[in-house]
């Protein structure tokens, strides 16, 4: 059987689009799958390049984190792609891509496959079954509230105070499970068709120290075993970008560092620096910040809640602050604060 002619119908009969490329983006092989998700508006051709049917600072990301990844002493880490969100080059269709490098001898040196699924379906900011669920929760505290109010009116007869009492309580408690459920079934889809990609806490560490000291930024990290932590990490890096520079512009943060460390329960990165604590108020106005290159507005708020992370001002010692951004590892929910 000629293995070309067998490669061209393997690719047709998937749903994924797969697109191979050069080193500097240009098309070499793509199938059909691709051609109709990422050709609608300008047709796909070999030798257009790439990032004309796509958003360009997600992939050219992935591609920095997949050469510093093929620089690792563990074959897995070698080998494994990398899978981020992304969205079409006009922005109106979301893709859960994963990319990685051609074989040695399959084209020449740091030329890439990207395959495309579309996940525009579901993956939007402000999802509206997440935003539904959430107008659960006025509701619910005023009934809570409706409940205390009760019990301390005292001019009621005991009898009907009895009725009120119980059937409010009652419904406060089928409430209170009606959410849990719903926040449950809501988790339990979501995380069926997770974007994140999981990372070695150890290589995402020095992942992290490898992209600040670009930056200027000393970086230092703890020795830990490789726990896994599940990030966006086009968006981690956003964001973390996005702390750096604004501590950096600050007169008020001098010498600020970052350190790196995993604790049992959350992957900690600390931006540290001589000089008062951020004020909450102020942690709360760059959570609603809008992201550089990010896709649709993605504000620091919007990519934490992906990855159920955290930022939270403190003290670090009697003359220096912190901004810590805090992140689950993989498994594990519940605050370390």
Sequence with gaps: MNPEALLDTLLAELNEGVVACEPDGR??????AAEELLGRDRPLRRGSSIYRHCYRPPLEHALDLLQYRHGSAKEADRLAAVQFVNTAADQDRYFRCRVRFLPAGAGVAGSFVVLFEDISAWHVPGNPLLLKIEQFRAPLANLQAAVENLTEYRDMSPVM??????????????LSEAFSLLAGSCRDIMQT??????????????????????????????????TGIKVDIYGLIQVLDFLADTLADSQAEKNLSCEVCVGLQFIYFDFIWTGPVMPAALVEKMLEQELKDSMKGMTVSTVLRTMDGD???QPQGEEKGMLRLALPVAGKGSQEN
């Design 193 to 226: 068709r997770d974007p994140l990609t999981e990372l070695a806490s150890d290589f995402l560490s020095g992942y992290v120290a490898h992209h600040l000291r670009q930056k200027n930024i000393p970086v230092a990290t703890a020795p830990a075993e490789g």
């Design 311 to 313: 930022i939270w001002s």
């Design 161 to 174: 105070r009895s009725a009120f009492e119980n059937v409010l309580v009652q419904e406060s408690f089928n």
């Design 27 to 32: 098309v070499t092989l793509f199938n059909r």
